[in-house]
């Protein structure tokens, strides 16, 4: 099993965990030892889901403004955490690879592997929801019909970058690749950086 197919398969777990109850505050339950990359995977994931129910909570026109700016709060802490573990999951790889003698004429990819990976767990959600809306008992025949389009073009895009992600992953293993990650410096997060939040010390 490729390293992707493994990630899908973490990705499919958690989302169907954290379906069985739906709800935003629901405690998550890891199943995987804490330190392990698949502990991470299904962290990163975990995130991601209940993020994609507060983006659609937030969306809704008769919000209370109050809750609105209590989940716009919540949805930036959100954020961060992901970032956060994208860099864990570089690190994973940073660490795996470090004693991998690159050859002379290596390149750099666009993106780190992580963030590639962080893709993949956004597309398994996008796959999961409009699978639900193609199959949808009270929708009409139409709108299952272009889900079912959509669908389809997500899980040939799901295929693509899993291979994309794989390739990447043997060709810094081979040398022909290497890693250079940036860190994240989000500065509107940073007390010292935003001014706003400087301004009010």
């Given at each position: 099993?490729s390293?992707?197919?493994?990630?899908n398969?973490?990705?499919?777990?958690?989302i169907?965990?954290?379906?069985?109850s739906?709800?935003?505050?629901?405690?998550?339950?890891?199943?995987y030892p804490?330190?392990?990359?698949?502990?991470i995977?299904?962290?990163?994931?975990?995130?991601?889901?209940?993020?994609?129910?507060?983006?659609?909570?937030?969306r809704d026109?008769?919000?209370?403004p109050?809750?609105?700016?209590?989940?716009?709060?919540r949805?930036d802490?959100?954020?961060?955490?992901?970032?956060?573990?994208?860099?864990?999951?570089?690190?994973?790889?940073?660490?795996?690879?470090?004693?991998?003698?690159?050859?002379?004429?290596?390149?750099?990819?666009?993106?780190?592997?992580?963030?590639?990976?962080?893709?993949l767990?956004?597309l398994?959600?996008?796959?999961?929801?409009?699978?639900?809306?193609?199959?949808?008992?009270d929708?009409?025949e139409?709108?299952?019909?272009?889900?079912?389009?959509?669908?389809n073009?997500?899980?040939?895009?799901q295929?693509?970058?899993?291979?994309?992600?794989?390739?990447?992953?043997?060709?810094?293993?081979?040398?022909?690749k290497?890693?250079k990650?940036?860190?994240?410096?989000?500065?509107?997060?940073?007390?010292?950086?935003n001014?706003?939040?400087?301004?009010?010390?």
């Amino acid at each position: 099993m490729s390293f992707t197919e493994h990630a899908n398969k973490i990705f499919n777990e958690t989302i169907r965990d954290y379906h069985v109850s739906d709800n935003v505050d629901t405690k998550i339950s890891n199943p995987y030892p804490e330190g392990t990359i698949d502990n991470i995977l299904y962290l990163k994931n975990w995130i991601d889901t209940v993020q994609w129910h507060l983006e659609d909570i937030i969306r809704d026109p008769a919000i209370d403004p109050s809750a609105g700016m209590t989940i716009k709060h919540r949805i930036d802490k959100s954020n961060q955490d992901r970032t956060d573990l994208v860099e864990q999951i570089d690190s994973y790889f940073l660490e795996k690879y470090k004693n991998v003698k690159t050859l002379p004429d290596a390149t750099i990819n666009t993106e780190s592997p992580a963030w590639a990976i962080d893709r993949l767990s956004i597309l398994a959600l996008k796959i999961y929801h409009m699978r639900e809306e193609a199959m949808r008992t009270d929708a009409t025949e139409e709108h299952k019909r272009k889900c079912s389009a959509k669908l389809n073009v997500l899980l040939e895009q799901q295929t693509d970058l899993g291979e994309a992600i794989d390739e990447l992953l043997a060709d810094i293993e081979a040398g022909r690749k290497y890693m250079k990650v940036y860190r994240q410096m989000k500065m509107y997060n940073d007390a010292d950086t935003n001014p706003v939040l400087y301004g009010k010390k």
